[in-house]
Each structure stands twice: as C-alpha cells, then as structure tokens.
C-alpha cells in the first residue's frame, strides 16, 4: 500500500502517517519525491482497511498494491482447482465443461425434453432456473421447490449434472439439497449472506460477474464462499454493462485469460446473457472457448418463442448442436477437449453422492 | 410497444407477430415502411414479457414504449408522496431533509455522540449502519443488533428519526422493529426477497439505486416495494460506476429531477457515497439541492481518521455545521428550506408508532 | 511513480528495473513486501513514459503518483486563472459567466434575433456554431465563413463576447480572428493538430471534455494548449457516456469541484448537452453553479421546434429567462453573483482587440 | 421512426406532430394506445433529423427505427466488401488478414529488422505509426515523413503491405502516398474532416473504433468514408472504455458477429489496445478469429522493453510467431486460413498500383 501525501502536506502530518502505520503493526518507508510524499506500508497482509489511512490530513490518496482477497489467489494455491461432478465431469482441468438448459424450468415436460436433447448433442451439465430473480415484479418468478424436483428428475434420466440459481438462504439449502452445483447470479454477487449460506452449503458454487463488478470484486466475492470452507467455486464472465445497447450486454472475454492467471478457480463464459442475441451466442461461445474458457453455460429451450423469458437469446435444439460441434473444433485447436458423457447411459450415482469437492492445499 | 420486423421478414413472419400479439389480448397496428415493416401493439398494460415476441422469426428487434412500471409512475399517482416520520419531519413536501450520521455503528458512545451534534447543527434523521455489507470478508461487518439497539437508544434521546439497512430478511425485520425507515444498499437493489421482505415489515424504506442501475431498473426496483403494499419508499441517488476512477463513483444529479418527473415518490442524493472525497461533499450537497433533491444522507464521524469505515469521505461534525447553512441557503434561493427540529427538545414518540405512512389514493 | 514486481520476480528481474530507473535519470528506492517488492521511482518530473518500465520483465503494474501534466497543475500555478473577454466579462473570477445562444447559427435573422434576446435576459457571451461536427454525414453541416460574419456582427450590435467552434486549422484561424473564444468540441478533445492550432491561434479556448475522457486526459489535452504558450483557457464539463439512456449523457458535476482543486483554470458546464432534454437544463444549471462553477454555456433558441439541430434540448428564450434569475439566486446563495453588461449598451472595442489572455506567473 | 407523445399531449399537439412530419414529406401513422398515443413516421430514408420532433411540444421521446447509415448497410450492399493489397492479399474474403509491427517507427533498422521479422512469421501487412497522437504533450510524437519513408523502403524488402496512422489531411496525403491502408485512429472516429479527407485520398481506410463509439456511431464514421466515394473500408474493434481498471480497454469483441451482420465491410480486431496487456494479446487474438473477424492487427516490437510507446502491450517477435501459429489453427478450425505471401519473395507493385479498391455495386 502506498499514501500518497498531497504537495502541501507539513511534515507533522507525514509523521502522523508513519505513526499510524506503525500502530497498525506495519512498516512505513517514507519516499521524499520532487512534488510531494510518498510513504510505502511494509508487510500489508491483505486485511488493512484502507480508509483509515485515507482520512488522516494530508494523505491525497491510498494506492493499493497488495491484493485484498487471499485464498482465491494463485500465490495462495498455484494448481487450478478442479470440481469433479457426481456423474464424473471435471471442471477446470484439460476438458471444456458445456452446461445448457432453458433459461427457466417451465415444467416437467419441457426439462425433460430439452434435458434429453443437449444430453444427446453433447452437453454434460443441465441449467435451468427454479427461482427466477426478475427485474420486474409483473414477470413470471420460477417454479421454486416444484421446477427443482424436475431439475432431480432430470438428472436422473439423463446423468446430466444440475445447476440452478439460489437467491436466498432458503432456497440455497432447497438448491444444495437437490442440485450438483449452486448458481449465484449476477444481481446476488454483492448479496453476502447468499454467499455465506452457499458457501457453508456443501455444494460448489457457480459465481457470476455482477454487472459492473471490477475482476477484484468477483474475487472478492469468491473469497467469501472459500471464507466460509468451501473450496468448490467456479467463476462466470456474462457481460457487463455497457454505454452501447446494440447487445443487452458487453461480454468481456478478455475476462477468461485474466481471472486464470489471478486465481486457481475455473472460468466459465455465458454467452447467452453474454449477447442478448440468437444469432451472436456460437461465435461468442467459440471465442470464450479460444480465450481459454474452461466451460460454457448455454440457454437453449425446446422452442424459443414460447418461451417464459429470454426467449430472445435461447437457442434452438439444432442450433446448440451445431454450437457443440463448433467448440468441440476450437477447443481441438488448442490442444483440448470438451468434457463428454458415455454415449446414451445415465450416471448412477444419487443427488447427494453428486459431487466431490477439490482437494484443499495441505 | 413496436415490434421492428427484418428487412427480409417474410409475409407469414409478419401474420405470425399479428397473430401472437392477438393472442396474447392485445391490438396489433403493422405499419409497412420503406425498409422494413413495423408493428405496433396496442393496449400495453405494462405486464408484457418482451422476450416472447423478441424469439419470433423475422423480429428484429422490439422497442418498448410503455414504461414497465406502475404504482412508482406519475402517471398513477400525479401528487407527491410523503413520508412522515415519528419526529413529524416530512419526506417529500416542501422541506429538504437532512439526513446524517456515521457510516457505521460503532458504538454505544460513538453515536450518541455524533447523534447529539449532527442534531444540533440541524439534521433531522440519523443515519448509521447496524448490519454492513463489505466487499471483502476481512473487513468490519458491523455491530448488529447491538448497533440497533444505541440506535434506539440515540433516538430517544435527541428526538432524530432513525434510518438504517437491511441486508437479509431477518435484519429486515429487526430494522423495522427498531428504526424509522429501512435502508436498502446499492448492492441490494436488486435483491428481490429482500424487497419484498421490506415491502412487507410496515416501515417506509429507503432505496439506494444500484451502482449501474439505469433509472427504469431503479423504478422496477420500487415497484416491488409498492406491490407489497408500501407506498411509503424513497429513493436515492448515491452514484453509478464510471470509467473514471478520480471519484469513487459517479454522483448522477441528472437523476434528481429526472426521477422526480417519473415518479411520485421523493427522491435524496448520497453526496458521500456519490464522491467517495470528503472535500467534495459539501458542493455536491449544495448542487444536489440546487437541483431539487427532496433529502440529503451523509456521512459525518466525530473523528474520521479512526473511522472502522469510509473514513476517507466521512465529514468532520464541523463541516457538517458548514454544509446545512450553505444548503439551507440554496434551499431558500429555490423556495425551499430545510426541515428542522424544535430546537433542543426530543421528540416524545416511541419507536412504534414512529412513522406514518403516506395515504394510499383511493 | 511506484513499480511493482511480480511475486515471482526474480532479483535479477528487480536489479534490471532499479538499473533502468538509474539509467532514465531518476531514483529508485526498492520496498520489499511480505508478498512481493515495489520499487518508488523518486525525482519525477511527468515526462516519465512509464511504458518502458512497464515491459521490462516481471513487473506487474506501474502505478502512476505523479500527475502526468505540467502547467494546468494548481501546484504550478495557485492562483486562478482569469479570463478577460474584449467586453469587459471575467471569466474564472468570482463572477459566473452565463454564455448563451444556438446550437447552430442558422441565418443572419436568427442570430442576430437570438443574441438580442439572450443579451437582454443576462447572458454575456453568445454561442452559436458555424463549424458543425455532425455524427451523420447527411445532418446540417453549418454555414462556415458565413455563420463567423454573422455572430461578429451580433457582437457589434450587441456587445455580447462571442465563442464557436473550430474542427481544423483552417476553421481554428477564421474563428480566431472573427470571435473572442475558440471552442474545442468534445469529439476534438483528443485532436491533437487542432489543439496545437488553437493554442497558437492567440485566444482564449474554451476545451470542452470529450465523451468518455477522464478528468487526467481533459487535464492533458489543456497541456497541449498550454505549451504552445496560450494560457487562456477554460475547461467545460458537459455529459460523459454512460450506461443509461434515460438521458443524453451524464452530466458529471462532481467533476467541477474536482477540476478546480486540481487547475487553476475556469471550468463552466453545459447543462444542455449534458442532460439533452429541455426541462432537466435548468435544474442542472442551478446545480452546477451550486457546485461551483465559474460558467454555464447553454443552448437557447428563438423557436426550438424549427432548429436544425438540438431542438430537444434548447430552450425557448423565455425559458432561459428563469433559468438565469435563478442561477442569480444560487450564485448570491454561495456568495458570488453573475457576470453582467450594461444595461441596452454595445461594447465598443473591436474583435482584434476583444480578448486580454491572463498574466503568466513569472 | 416513432413519436411517442406525452400521456397529457393534447389532440392539438398529437395534431402538429402530424402535420410536421406531412410538411417533411413522410407519412404520419397515429397509434392511440391505453396511456398514450405513438405517431409511426412511414417512409423514412435515413436522412430526417430527428431533433425537429424532438422539440415539438408534448412529444415525450422519439424512438429510430431505421438505422441512419445507408451505403455501409447490409441493406444497401449484399455481399462483402473485398479489399485487394498491391502484394496480393485480401481483406474480407476467407483468408483471415495478420497485420503487424511496432507501435511507432523509431528508426530505419527498427522497422526494416521487424518487417523482415513479421513477414517470416506469417504476416501480410506490417503497421506502424510515424504520426503519433499521444494523450501527452511530452510524450514521443513520431518520425512524421521520415517515418513513412523508412515504411516504404520495409514494404520493398519484404513485400509486406503498409498500413500507417493519418491525424489531419496533411499527414493523410503523406500516408495515401506511401502507404497501402489509411488508419485512423480512435481519438479520431469523430474526426470529421479527417474523414473526409482520408475519403477522397485514393487508398483503403482501417478504421478503429472511438473509445466509446457506439457501433452505430462507428457506422456513420465509415459512412461518411463512403459517401466521399471510398468503398474500401475496413473496420477494427480496439476496446471501449470500462469501469474496471484491469486492463487498458475493455474488447468488446461481440462487435465482430455484429458488425458484420450489419454492413458489408470487412472487421478487424486488435488485441494489442484491446487488453494493453502482452500475456492477454495471444488468447484475444485467439477469440477474435473464433468470433469471426476478417483480420488481426497485432503490436509486434523487436526488443518491448526498449519500445518508445507501448511497451508493455507489445509481443515479442517470438510470442507472435506462437500468436500466428495458434490463430492458423482457430482459422482451420472454422473453415478459414490465414493469408499468406509466398515464402522468401518480396512483391514487385511498386507503391502507386498498390491497392486495388473494391468494384462499387451498379
């Protein structure tokens, strides 16, 4: 961390930085400069709360160098965490993960019929909404409790794992209880007591990106559910806010590369909420797998335009077909591939056995 | 709302959207153009879900006319509502209110300190955070229920009306039970059960617009609060993420009258939050009454350089004395002035029947 | 200017960039950390092109302390700068300066028609432009040569200064010689020829900030201005991108205050391009002369609903009447008042005479 | 186009908007609905200025339907436009284009030892800037001419094509002369005599996106590229601004599927401005030819660390010969190749018969 002092500051001030630091248990290594002071904290372990520093007279700014999260962190554990699924599918080694499902579980049929379907077209994990978080209160909410049993259902039919969003303490036990992997959404990554019950939760968490959350926020928010003892955590870029409306949002691959070389978490793209636009979601679902995503989660709904929500962005049957193939290429490209299911035979293993959480560094 | 077909939307396409829309209980208006076809749809009560129009073949792109809310709207309500408190400080009529205090509850001394003289230099509700949603989990979470108890106990004591957030059901119901309003955080706007759960707790509530919330998404945020049955919500402009990093935020004063002529409900700016600077709190405090802000929240500490948190755009209670007279001064060049207390004299009211919720038009 | 290493940094690595630094001519004072070294580059003088450093092999980040501008700097020059226009006005002094006018001048009839209008409400200077940056090549370009004649005219009838837009060297020249002030469009801001044209072109600037810049970058784009020895000039905030729609742009008033701590230049806002919607200009007025503002620059019109470009935003004259009787009030409120000629009395002096740029400190 | 009126308009006011749009020439289609009445405006061109309607009384907004670009639509020209060098390469066909080089020239042995460097390595155009508009006064501006001089002779050692920033129609001429490709670059999108200029100068344009240009705004950039008669223009995603500091711009690489789905010109990445990071460049050069783009432009230095600008962002010739190789095979993977030169031999067109331009549609 380093203060910079403002040029006017006196030199009691600065000694009253030092003074500060060296309360806090910290060393203080003051740099006279040509303009003004610059005093460099020593031993900064991740925990200092910078506003104290910042409203001491004097002080023009706090500059963070340290990183504020921790186990997150790739110098906290350099091997990538892998989550392995109850039906066998690993998450952030070698293979690409493609999880899709409709936006929301609309009913029975509906999930087993798509389910049916990407199982068949190559995708290894089902997505689906139970508990829908909408914008507006007039919008349909989910299924709750009911659309998780159909998710259940699903997975046993199918041996595709589950995951769905939680959007409360309660809904993340009913999500644990019935799910392999717990998705928090994008509106719910600054929702700290979700993320606390879903880190004690006992299942692995899929975070996604807030809107205009920074890359140090997401790992923020990330440090929160390993905080709680939950190792498990994979992270999602799904587009940002942007200043264009041309797509609903701004998908920042860029985001992939950044996140691996930051953190020991898998990456997945979302290329769905990613776009907002049919037509856009298999390039960008390509491009994520050539920037090193280690996963995809996809919409894609028996038939789009009687669709709930997102209607706009869910692709046909066929199309998430075709979207298979042509990651299955890309990821060949650069020496991987995509994770696979034994051709038409339903895992055995029971919702509660589903997932092994990753080893925790010794 | 319009419906915008492609250029080389076919015939059947286009009957296809007429016939949907009719299915759907509405009129359908197609209006052929040079390029392209458009079609109107008539009769929008403002519970249409887009996105299944938006999956048709042929559709472009829909265009939302009619706004998606309805209770926050003027053109449900046309008077202003007003919020009274148990002081008998109204939100939302003629008077500015001025809402001050600590970022956070530290303790018992701590805020009957700064209650006593934010008090006497003229605000009329405390502010100060019992419960306190951090982006890392190493920082000072709050002191809880103890927090709202010196919160109470502040009250009784300088006659100041509480306001204080909620972030989960369970503290909603604690705040509600304590405090005067229930504050809804910037990250939490969006965080539907939590809405509802202060929908519901018989309290108004004040609504912190999320940091890239747009303006519709901030009124639909309300809206859950009104379809719970509570009309007595305030909402408040406390800055949304730019790409300038000078300011902490990016204080959205635009957003005071703009809001003011969409909705009935009052509206206050955060100029603490909104800058993130101490030295410009007060100017943008003053320009936030320029610019017709019915309350102002900010954040005052009795010695900011020990604050547990944001002491870096915490006001010395000295400066706080300065902001109310040149805000008391812009407020009387607009007509205005600035709500206040008998002097030295505390309110008599308990904390139950505190607060009187706004009439509910017939 | 801090550089921070990589934690896998070897001391190999460190050595090089402590070399490096030593080679540039600069000090280095290497701070080893429990995570990683930083290493304070000491004798800044904001030449420094930290690419360099920021290739060299592991460094992570190179974090900027120093301002990268000179001459704009409040620490090198403290007291503020003063604008003087051939009318008498002050721009930059304790009197805010109301500029007034079309966006565009239109005919002869209009402006002179206008300009008399906007003189008698209070405005002391008359926009108008003759040189329209337009984002469709198919929109209303400007008269040109033609626009200059008639605002020099408006000047000699009515005594009001006048400032327009210049797009290129050739339009920088006219517009030096027919008005008193150069305006630089926010699409130019980064236009580096057209700075340096401006700079030498021996009047005062008017720099408005470009669409996303931030406040470094606008502080820099003045430097141009300043280092080809002109020092009259004036910075205006006048709306940046942002993610919402439900304006034109977001007016980042915030940015007043900031840019006056930082400068010693007047800094004026234009609350019409900045909200783009008539009935948010004159609450946006009043807020940022509330904020501090030494000057407004708003758009006016004879007859909006016939303007060529702007209609939206411009106000009807009589609207602008208000507007200034109530920046009036919230000038006096703050203790300054507004810029004014005499009563029904021209100026006298000539265009070539019309400016005296400020002393440079010696 | 839409006018939406105000839910108080008057009959009177729904009345003038109609005839309005009579007197302009269009057909006007009133639409009264259950809050308020819409007017379609039937038979729109592209031209109208939607500012007239915008300021009619009791209109509340005025929504465009038609886009307002014309010659650079998909609806205006079918097929791809196709851009031929001198040397026999082709941008915006099947073969994905590689251009690179330096940030700037520094000196003759600089870009001949590049060039030759480059070209091994699978290049087809090499870059280069010898005008550099850079955000400080102080920083390295460029060779000017001696620096499109040295490009020239690199172009006839090595056969490569050159393509070279212009900043004003000076430096525009210089560049049409010697170079094969006129960039202009982001500060100057909304450079409009600079566009017209680089229109009527006889070479192909590259042009980057503004860094908070809308894709529409990016449209009418090149529109007026065209409507000077130059149909060879290509354009180049370079990242946006963001609200997250983590990398240098945020590439918004959607922009690819989507700007190609609208206009008919070829669309380029550059991965080097895009993330500002060298260990990012590879996987987003990566994702750009997944996502579809025509071609790359890539910053390439032989020594990054000595680099005048943009050190850090620059590969070294090795890591871009990785880049070429792992691009090559994205291409495969999609059914394209990269353009190649014939190995070893340099290509005899002297500079004059450079380019061919694309056949304009009868």
């Known amino acids: 961390m380093l203060i910079v ?53 004097g002080v023009r700014e706090v500059i963070k160098v340290s990183k504020p999260y921790k186990q997150v962190s790739r110098e906290w554990r350099e091997e990538d965490t892998l989550i392995e699924f109850g039906n066998g599918v690993k998450l952030g080694g070698p293979e690409v993960v493609v999880m899709a499902g409709p936006c929301a579980v609309e009913g029975r049929d509906q999930i087993l019929d798509i389910a049916a379907q990407v199982r068949e077209m190559g995708a290894t994990v089902l997505r689906g909404g139970a508990f829908k978080p909408r914008t507006s209160p007039y919008s349909f909410q989910g299924l709750g409790a009911k659309g998780l049993e159909h998710l259940a ?45 879903a880190g004690r ?23 929160y559910l390993l905080s709680e003892g939950n190792a498990a955590v994979a992270l999602c870029e799904r587009g940002v806010r942007s200043f264009d409306q041309s797509t609903r949002n701004l998908l920042d ?78 990821a060949a490209a650069i020496g991987r591939s995509l994770a696979a299911l034994p051709v038409g035979e339903p895992a055995a293993d029971g919702p509660q056995a589903a997932t092994r959480p990753p080893e925790t560094p010794a």
């Open 5 to 57: 002092m403002d040029h006017r500051a006196t030199p009691e001030e600065i000694e009253r930085v030092v003074d500060v630091i060296g309360a806090m248990g910290y060393g203080a290594k003051p740099m006279p400069g040509r303009q003004r002071t610059a005093i460099g904290l020593v031993g900064n372990d991740g925990r200092i709360d910078s506003a104290r520093l910042e409203g001491l007279p």
């Open 201 to 223: 939760a006992g299942k692995p968490v899929l975070l996604k990106r807030g809107m205009s959350a920074t890359i140090t926020e997401l790992l923020l928010a990330a440090e």
């Open 153 to 197: 259902e699903a997975r046993e039919r199918t041996g595709l794992a589950i995951v769905t969003e939680a959007v409360d303490a309660e809904s993340a036990e009913q999500v644990a209880e019935h799910a392999d992997m717990i998705q928090i959404g994008a509106r719910n990554m600054q929702n700290y007591r979700l993320l606390r019950c």
């Open 253 to 330: 691959l860029t985001a992939v590369p950044l996140v691996k070389s930051l953190t020991h978490l898998p990456v997945l793209a979302d290329p769905s909420h990613g776009t907002g636009v049919r037509a856009k979601v298999t390039p960008m679902a390509r491009a994520a797998v050539a920037a090193g995503a280690d996963g995809l989660i996809v919409e894609v709904h028996p038939n789009p335009p009687e669709a709930l929500s997102d209607g706009a962005q869910s692709l046909y049957p066929a199309q998430f077909g075709e979207l298979v193939g042509q990651c299955g290429s890309i």
